[in-house]
Each structure stands twice: as C-alpha cells, then as structure tokens.
C-alpha cells in the first residue's frame, strides 16, 4: 500500500485540489477579477481497482481579501489493515486577487504512526518550517535548497492560484512544496468529453481533460514510486465549467499505477457566490 500512500499524498496536496477557472462559456460575462465564490464545498470518493477504499473533502472560504481552506482525506485498505488520514488547513490574503498564503498545517495519521507539518510564509517564500517527525538524512534524497522555497504554495493555496479565467484551462504549471518535496504540476490538454447527467444542471455538459504530469523537484528520493509517478503519462484531471461561479470544477482524477487504477471523483459539490445564491452539482 506504500504505493497508495505516494499518491494519496500528490493527489490530496495537489491534483484533486487544483480548481480551475474557465475562460467564458456560452457567452457568460467573465466574473470580476477580485471575484470569488464566498464558499465551496466538495466530496469526493477514492477508488483502486474500482473499489471504494476512502473520502476527501474539500473546503474554501473566502471574506474580503482574507481566505481559509481545509481538507479531509481518509483511506481505508486491506479490510482496515492500513488506513491512513490527512487533515490540511491553510489561511492567507489576497493581493491583486492571487492568494497569498500565511500559515499551512497539516496533520496525518498512519494506522497508529502520527505527524504533522507547519509552514510559515513571509511575503513569497517560506519563513518558517516544522515536520514532524523529522525526516531522516538519507543519502539518495535530492537535497532542498533555499531557492526551493521561494515563489511556491502550499498544497491547498495551490487551489486558489489556479483559479484564474483562462482561455487554455489545461495550460498550467503548479509550483508546489508540501513540507518535504518540492515539486511541479503541469497541465495540458489532451481532449474534450461529454458529461453524463441524470438530470439536467443547466450547466455546460462538455468537460476539459487534461494530462497532468508530476515533476520532483527536491526533496525526494530518485528511485521507487516517485520515479514511476514521474515517469507516468496518464494521469488525467477532468474539469467541467460552472460559469455561473466562473469555476471548472475537478470532477474526476485518475491515476493508472504498477498495481491497477485510482481515482478520485465528485460525489457532490456545492457553490455559494456573493450574486448568483448557491449552485450544488452531483455526480452519479
């Protein structure tokens, strides 16, 4: 399961968490730029070889320039042999309408194995840092140097910086440090797809899959899962357009691994903006 452990870890601190606005649909006027919904909620269920094994929920605020966003991740495996739960929490401000986080914490549990990470930012770069516990001093790890921990995010603000309308949702590149690695997201598109609904949302039925290519940077050992991840090039993030909140909401991640397929998709999500009420989708 350390396999499952490895992708948990990526896709909770940046895949599933990647929000990206859309470019107008349907004639939709683009939302002001310092425009946020007020509120986001979102449920997800977590698959491996088409059996449910785990939850993540994901939640953001946003009041005035000052925002908070959490989530809870639980995986559950080997009939309750290894379970695994990370709870995350950042806060920050936004300046010219990008985030700017100030405090990230994040806490886990590893059947009865416990850590946690706190990241301190000042301006852009990180001020302070503390994981617990600590890592071991292995030779084969690619050392952090202190340009690493400059112009990045935490896993969670990740979310915000993306969420920007753009003409190419799929053209993005993450730069992202979770406390231990150092590491890139980068989108691109790969297709287009139609969106099956039960009943009809109102809401645009053609979604935006990108490829999503994970880039160690520092931090990391070269070997193992993470050269495998690395190396994969069918991770697949599918977006679908909300325009009403000027959102494209992550509706399902997939993962192919040495050992079969996860996936991480929407169960139910709902939308609070200052204008347009509350917008709720469900995926069935």
């Known amino acids: 399961m350390s396999r499952v452990m490895k992708l948990s870890r990526v896709v909770c601190g940046g895949l599933v968490c990647a929000a990206v606005l859309s470019p107008p649909v349907l004639g939709a006027p683009p939302a002001p730029r310092e425009s946020w919904p007020s509120r986001v909620s979102a449920t997800y269920k977590v698959t491996f070889n088409g059996f449910d094994i785990g939850a993540f929920k994901f939640t953001s605020d946003v009041s005035g320039k000052g925002y908070s966003l959490s989530s809870d991740a639980q995986i559950s495996a080997l009939l309750g042999a290894f379970t695994w739960r990370g709870v995350s929490r950042t806060t920050g401000t936004l300046a010219s309408g990008e985030p700017r986080p100030g405090g990230y914490a994040f806490n886990f549990q590893l059947n009865s194995r416990?850590?946690?990470?706190?990241?301190?930012?000042?301006?852009?770069?990180?001020?302070?840092?503390?994981?617990?516990?600590?890592?071991?001093?292995?030779?084969?790890?690619?050392?952090?140097?202190?340009?690493?921990?400059?112009?990045?995010?935490d896993p969670l603000s990740a979310v915000m910086a993306v969420s920007r309308a753009s003409a190419e949702p799929c053209n993005r590149k993450l730069a992202i440090f979770d406390g231990k690695q150092r590491f890139d997201l980068v989108f691109s598109f790969r297709r287009q797809e139609k969106v099956a609904e039960q009943r009809p949302s109102g809401h645009p039925a053609v979604a935006h899959v990108c490829r999503v290519r994970y880039v160690p940077i520092a931090g990391y050992r070269a070997t193992g899962e993470t050269k495998q991840l690395s190396d994969s090039s069918a991770i697949e993030v599918t977006l679908r357009p909300v325009p009403n909140a000027n959102l494209v909401v992550?509706?399902?991640?997939?993962?192919?691994?040495?050992?079969?397929?996860?996936?991480?998709?929407?169960?139910?999500?709902?939308?609070?903006?200052?204008?347009?009420?509350?917008?709720?989708?469900?995926?069935?």
Not at 136 to 146: A, G, S, T, Y
């Open 250 to 284: 992550p509706y399902l991640v997939t993962i192919p691994t040495f050992a079969g397929s996860a996936s991480i998709e929407l169960s139910r999500i709902e939308i609070t903006t200052t204008d347009k009420g509350q917008i709720a989708l469900a995926h069935h």
């Open 114 to 153: 416990q850590g946690a990470v706190r990241i301190g930012f000042t301006d852009t770069r990180i001020s302070n840092l503390s994981v617990m516990p600590p890592s071991e001093p292995l030779p084969d790890i690619v050392p952090l140097k202190e340009q690493h921990l400059k112009d990045v995010l």
